[in-house]
């Protein structure tokens, strides 16, 4: 086997090694099938069976109960920003959206075209560095929904909790925090998250949909795009993305059986991402953390360096180290370190270790 | 490894095994990368180019001019019927279909929901075993498109060359043939194909689009069904199938340097189906070909048994014998052996000989 990097990419993103070894043991064909994953009929008992186990992990996981539909899309978490509102908001209705970074305006731009949208809150002043308190969002309790981004990717900032948003269907992109702690599903109209950041590799996006909402879908809508019909045919309506659903089922196998369950993969991601916040707090503004420090992501760790000359030396002597895809977004500039579930914590203290040693050289 | 069979699925289909070797070889660390396909960044270089060999791969063998975008979606082709209407058909005009069969039916369907559609031509009062000739096309000079399957999955008939159609622009639903021998790209205006047959896994779908009919997508169409934006972006507005466009790559590279490109394949597509249909016609009516002789599917080998106690017992013997996923699809009933371009020589000589020692079991 080629040596293998720490690599710190915002996704597609790391996957758990034994995953990635089941998948290359099995790749010619699956056990007892003959077969490769990639050449079997998703109408297949063999595919079946994987699709219907990658549910049940989910709702093992989350606890999802059955007033739940679980789906399994293409088109990425952008198709959702467009289905959401196709599907959700009617004809003279409004959804409130909360913006807290560049992919919940992307949702809402989306949504725009539409319908009515109002903005509930908007962290843009501050250039989304922090997060609303409850008293800030200026809700309509009439709203077909309420949109969020629990992380944002970009900047870095990650919801503790769900915002309190009364009866109003909450809908959530959870996108590149999906599966790192356990959740509260009920309090959840609708939650979507694309796979390539924690649970897969990119071309299948998971819906987890309250099923009561399932009927304000028009039966005259574009076919792929009704959540009825992809709910009224366990996503089999077309061929689905089966090897990413395949994926999913490995990835979630791992997190039950190998991690241990959603609290330990938690406690996992606190420790791992302590060991970051602890060099930026103690180095004296050297690493200037982006978030705000009590809204500041586990997932994505968001810094400036003193000048645009440290932060590309930073970047090119952190690759020759094996620690790549630490450039920031080009939106945010600096440093991000992507430390999803699947970076292991020898990856973190790698880039600790480092980023200690380059803070001892280049500080003033 | 474990034993391979010969597996016969309408797809996700038989792939070719270096390809399969490949993928497996590289699986936890592309050379040189350090990472696997599944965690590398869209953005990095490392994929930009592999998904521009996919593209180049598709250019060089079908000789696809500049005056075509070539671009990389999810949703399947059952989203391509709706995103074709959606893009192309505009208010006050008109597109039409011709059904040849179950997929040009469904086309229809969807865009009959995004405006005024029209039926060129309708196999149905045949069950759909033959094709038009060029003069039974009731064509509308007008109309924003004319929309055709050139190979029916599902019934097994399948065009030998485009219908004529004048001026307006074609639209071809190639999903279960693209790329089984060359084609003219220049008499399309466009061109859609499912990867799950020919190309390779389900998740990507390959649409050749002339450019100049980008113009007709409406910006405040919803932006993932939105051609002009996928050709603006390169197929990365958002996050690509990249394992898709992965083995795309991989299995263009197969057809250009182990085949030796598409008059090749061709060769090898006649002389594979020759060996069944030969079984078919030398059978006197005990394998009862659903397509007629002059239309039938190089592709998808359809027929019927005398009864369907012996269509299970047909497809219960083979599977003892590795040939497997022989049912016909439940619309046209019978047996259905899908003989892509991956399908080796062998595993259609082993179907032929099974055929007939069936036969000669079991005619009366
Ligand atoms: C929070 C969030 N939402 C949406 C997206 C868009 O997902 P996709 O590229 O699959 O459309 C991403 C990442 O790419 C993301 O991080
Ligand atoms: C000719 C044809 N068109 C469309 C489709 C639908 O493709 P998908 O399932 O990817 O939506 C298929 C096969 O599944 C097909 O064979
Ligand atoms: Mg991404
Ligand atoms: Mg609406
Ligand atoms: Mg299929
Ligand atoms: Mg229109």
Redesign the interface.
């Known amino acids: 086997?080629?040596?293998?990097?720490y690599?710190f990419?915002?996704?597609?993103?790391?996957?758990p090694?034994p995953v990635?070894?089941s998948?290359?043991r099995d790749?010619?064909?699956?056990?007892?099938?003959?077969?490769?994953i990639?050449?079997?009929?998703?109408r297949?008992g063999t595919f079946v069976a994987i699709a219907e186990a990658a549910e049940a992990n989910l709702r093992k996981l989350l606890s999802i109960s059955d007033d739940y539909a679980v789906l399994f899309l293409?088109?990425?978490?952008?198709?959702q920003?467009?289905m959401i509102p196709?599907n959700l908001l009617g004809k003279g209705q409004s959804a409130d959206y909360i913006l807290t970074g560049s992919w919940g305006n992307d949702a809402l731009?989306?949504a725009k075209?539409?319908g009515e949208t109002s903005v509930a809150w908007d962290g843009k002043s501050t250039n989304y560095d922090r997060l609303p308190k409850n008293g800030d969002l200026k809700l309509n309790p009439q709203a077909a929904y309420i949109h969020y981004t629990s992380n944002e990717t970009i900047q870095g900032v990650q919801f503790k909790s769900e915002p309190e948003v009364g009866e109003v269907p909450l809908v959530c992109d959870a996108s590149s925090e999906f599966l790192y702690k356990p959740l509260d599903v009920s309090k959840y109209g609708l939650l979507y998250a694309?796979a390539?950041k924690n649970a897969?590799?990119?071309?299948?996006t998971v819906v987890i949909i309250r099923k009561d909402l399932l009927k304000r879908s028009d039966p005259?809508?574009?076919?792929?795009?009704n959540y009825q019909i992809h709910a009224d045919n366990g996503s089999m309506?077309?061929?689905?993305?089966?090897?990413?659903i395949y994926?999913l089922k490995l990835v979630t196998d791992w997190l039950l059986n190998d991690v241990g369950g959603l609290d330990a993969m938690y406690q996992r991601n606190q420790d791992k991402a302590k060991l970051l916040y602890d060099v930026l707090d103690e180095s004296n503004g050297f690493y200037a953390g982006h978030a705000q420090r009590e809204d500041r992501s586990l997932m994505n760790v968001t810094f400036r360096l003193p000048s645009d000359e440290l932060t590309d030396q930073f970047v090119g002597e952190a690759k020759k180290q094996?620690l790549?895809?630490l450039k920031g977004h080009r939106s945010v500039g600096g440093i991000r370190a992507s430390i999803y579930n699947a970076m292991p914590l020898a990856g973190v203290e790698k880039l600790r270790d480092f980023m200690v040693e380059f803070k001892e050289k280049n500080a003033k």
């Open positions: 086997m080629t040596q293998r990097v690599n990419s915002a996704g597609p993103a790391v996957m090694v990635l070894e998948i290359q790749m010619l064909a699956l056990p007892g099938v003959g077969a490769s990639l050449e079997i009929s998703h297949s293409q088109g990425g978490s952008r198709l920003f467009s196709m731009k989306e075209k539409e694309c390539q897969g590799p990119s071309g299948v005259n809508m574009p076919g792929y795009l309506w077309n061929t689905p993305p089966t090897f990413g994926v094996s790549t895809d």
